[in-house]
């Protein structure tokens, strides 16, 4: 009997084939107690396959050394060093030798404790993207899990056998509750044609990697590996975030079209790399790439962006068990990202985490666990706080700007005091390196719009700042009092809602009357269905992920801003814009 299970469409494109199940390997794990001359033994069965799970990855990690640049993935890079760093996690070695120690569980039983005890702290988390790293640590506990039971990989089962011909052979889809990142990676040698997962969302690992390789996948499917039962037939429609089990001939019939109109479509996207990002009425448009490490430049270049309109180098300061990076190695990483992007603008956003993020979660101030880390210490107010740290992020991303052209981004900022300060720590920064005769350039300075009272004041900002960036993920986020990370009120999320479009179109037709640049790099940017509007209400600079730049480009040369202005003036004034969004 043919039924839909429904989850996030986080990779485009249709794959059809049979289902191979993968249960989790915490499924059924042992319960016991063991006695005091015991425990020794446990504790060296669990540091055994501790090593064993690193020798893995560290292998994994040869091989893509051993790719080109257009195959080495750099998202799996930085995921891999994330497994590694927690496989030596202290909170969770050592935790796990309390329970078998001090309670006398077998090593399994005291694994999977010490994983709910983290879990919760990853629970309370309000980024979606360090939320769902919750995974990662999953992840780590089930490769741990599984060689403690002897169980092989789960794509390996995909992996050609000698001989066979992956082109005539049966197609597979993979359903399981989650995917690590070497088990993504083994996707490029395996027969599986796309992969659906009970948990995730658009920011999990699994998301950010099946649209770096261009993989269907369905995440957050919830019950999706208990409900498909093994080799039924199943198509991945990546596009509606559906998954359709058991299906009849004729839908058969229409999604394999739909596959072929989806690769005729790729095909022809692909040709527009080199095809100048402009509208039928001669309007240049600004396509960039946002970007989280300084590998992911080469991706950017491939998708055919102008520059990069968002480094988040939070990346550089996360997993590290509160040792933050110092200056010298944040230098090397911005300096990769410039020289990688061959002469284009990098726009470096200063670091974007806080008390709420787990960069040193011993450090949390007592009885900040019940406050709302959203409203919390993070982003700029973080980097005021901490001068020294901030100090020698400014340095770094100044003495990048020796090596091509870079823009300094200001996270989170609200208040007049918080510009003046900000402003005289990168003046600092730069007398501190004048001082001691180290080379650096010359930046510009941008501010993030992401808080209500940011694009109510904009006069302010203008007067300060070359250019603005808006942050539309946050900026729905407060305007709106939405917790976008909580299913409970997520379906509240509007990025159409009149409030929002208002405070877009204010701050983008302030910043053009000022002649000072503006961009909008949240999910809106990327986002086809939203390219008209932003176009009509003047926005001519979009940062989004690479994967998004040819499709958005494609919308953009279909369009004529001239009539699209009239358009975007009625959609302002409508009580319900979305429904005029097909107009």
């Not at 060689?147 to 005539?168: E, F, H, I, L, Y």
């Not at 369905?218 to 198509?235: C, K, T």
């Not at 480094?311 to 020289?339: I, T, W």
């Amino acid at each position: 009997m043919t039924f839909s299970v429904h989850g996030l469409a986080v990779s485009r494109g249709i794959a059809i084939g049979r289902a191979v199940i993968v249960a989790s390997s915490r499924i059924d794990v042992a319960h016991y107690f063991v006695q005091a001359e015991q425990v020794e033994g446990e504790i060296e069965r669990l540091r055994h396959a501790r090593n064993e799970v690193s020798a893995e990855i560290v292998k994994v990690q040869q091989s893509l050394h051993e790719l080109g640049p257009a195959d080495a993935h750099p998202e799996l890079t930085a995921l891999l060093d994330v497994h590694l760093m927690l496989l030596q996690d202290e909170q969770l070695t050592n935790g796990v030798k309390h329970w078998i120690v001090e309670r006398h569980y077998n090593a399994e039983w005291a694994l999977t404790t010490q994983l709910e005890v983290i879990a919760r702290q990853f629970d309370e988390m309000e980024d979606p993207y360090l939320r769902e790293r919750k995974a990662d640590l999953e992840q780590v506990v089930e490769r741990i899990l599984r060689v403690m039971r002897g169980v092989t990989s789960p794509v390996a089962a995909g992996q050609p056998r000698p001989g066979q011909d992956s082109a005539v052979a049966v197609p597979l889809v993979l359903i399981a509750h989650d995917l690590s990142p070497a088990d993504m990676l083994q996707f490029k040698q395996s027969v599986f044609a796309g992969f659906v997962t009970d948990v995730g969302g658009k920011t999990s690992h699994t998301a950010i990697v099946a649209r770096s390789m261009d993989i269907p996948a369905v995440v957050g499917a919830r019950s999706a590996s208990q409900l498909i039962e093994q080799d039924d037939w199943v198509i991945i429609d990546g596009d509606a975030g559906v998954v359709v089990v058991d299906p009849s001939p004729i839908l058969l019939a229409e999604y394999g079209f739909k596959q072929r109109q989806g690769e005729v479509e790729r095909e022809r996207l692909s040709r527009l790399k080199n095809t100048p990002a402009v509208t039928l009425d001669g309007q240049k448009i600004e396509l960039l790439a946002n970007i989280e490490q300084p590998e992911d430049a080469v991706g950017a270049l491939k998708a055919g962006a102008v520059g990069v309109g968002l480094f988040r180098s939070e990346f550089l300061f996360m997993g590290r068990n509160g040792k933050l990076p110092d200056e010298e190695e944040q230098y090397q990483a911005y300096k990769r990202a410039v020289e990688g992007m061959q002469g284009l603008p990098v726009t470096i956003r200063t670091v974007d985490v806080g008390a709420d993020k787990p960069l040193d979660r011993v450090a949390q101030r007592a009885g900040e666990e019940h406050l709302n880390p959203a409203l919390g210490l993070r982003a700029i107010r973080w980097s005021l706080a901490d001068p020294a740290m901030f100090l020698a992020q400014l340095r770094a991303i100044l003495r990048a700007a020796a090596h091509g052209p870079v823009h300094l981004l200001v996270p989170m900022l609200a208040h007049a005091s918080e510009i003046r300060q900000t402003l005289a720590l990168v003046n600092r920064a730069r007398e501190q390196l004048d001082a001691a005769g180290v080379r650096h350039g010359s930046v510009k300075l941008g501010a993030m719009i992401e808080v209500p009272a940011a694009a109510l004041t904009i006069p302010l900002f203008l007067k300060h700042f070359d250019f603005l960036s808006i942050g539309t993920n946050d900026l729905i986020q407060y305007t709106l009092a939405i917790d976008r990370a909580d299913e409970a009120v997520s379906h509240l999320y509007d990025p159409v809602h009149p409030a929002v479009l208002h405070l877009l179109a204010s701050t983008i037709t302030q910043c053009h009357a000022q002649g000072k640049g503006v961009s909008v790099c949240g999910e809106m940017a990327g986002d086809v269905a939203m390219t008209r509007l932003l176009l009509g209400l003047g926005l001519r600079s979009f940062s989004m992920h690479p994967s998004q730049i040819l499709a958005v480009k494609q919308q953009i040369l279909r369009c004529d801003t001239t009539r699209l202005q009239t358009w975007a003036q009625t959609v302002l004034a409508a009580e319900d814009p979305a429904a005029l969004m097909t107009d």
